[in-house]
């Protein structure tokens, strides 16, 4: 099971193709782990470039949602946090979910 070839995530794929566009005095002159963290970045900004990243603070849960506005990301949160007690046993607190905004970008 482990000797086998395991195929290549879109990821992996898109940064070998990134990869190998660079000139070669860039990959000379660039760690390939660092171009790895590189590429991650602005392969995950351009990939989500209408959404922006919310993050709240739901009871005692952290969560971060990519939506397009306030409202749907809340939405979101809600069912995140609802799904997360859920896992553990427990029920949603009858009041609902506060949330507490701690950031977007």
């Keep these: 099971m482990l000797d086998k070839p395991q195929p290549k995530t879109q990821f992996r794929k898109a ?9 070669p005095e860039f990959r000379e002159r660039t760690d390939v782990h660092a171009a790895w ?3 991650q970045a602005g392969y995950t900004a351009g ?4 959404l922006k990243r919310y993050i ?10 990519w939506a397009e506005s306030v409202t749907a990301a809340k939405e979101e949160a809600i069912i995140e946090a609802d799904y997360r007690v859920a896992m553990r046993g427990g029920k949603p607190p009858a009041g609902g979910w506060r949330l507490e905004r701690l950031g977007a970008s």
Excluded: S
């Excluded at 940064?15 to 000139?23: H, K, L, P, V």
């Excluded at 990939?47 to 209408?50: D, G, P, V």
């Design 37 to 39: 963290t590189i590429f």
């Design 56 to 65: 709240f603070r739901v009871g005692k849960f952290r969560i971060t949602r």
């Design 15 to 23: 940064f070998d193709e990134w990869w190998n566009a660079q000139t």
């Design 47 to 50: 990939k989500r470039k209408n």
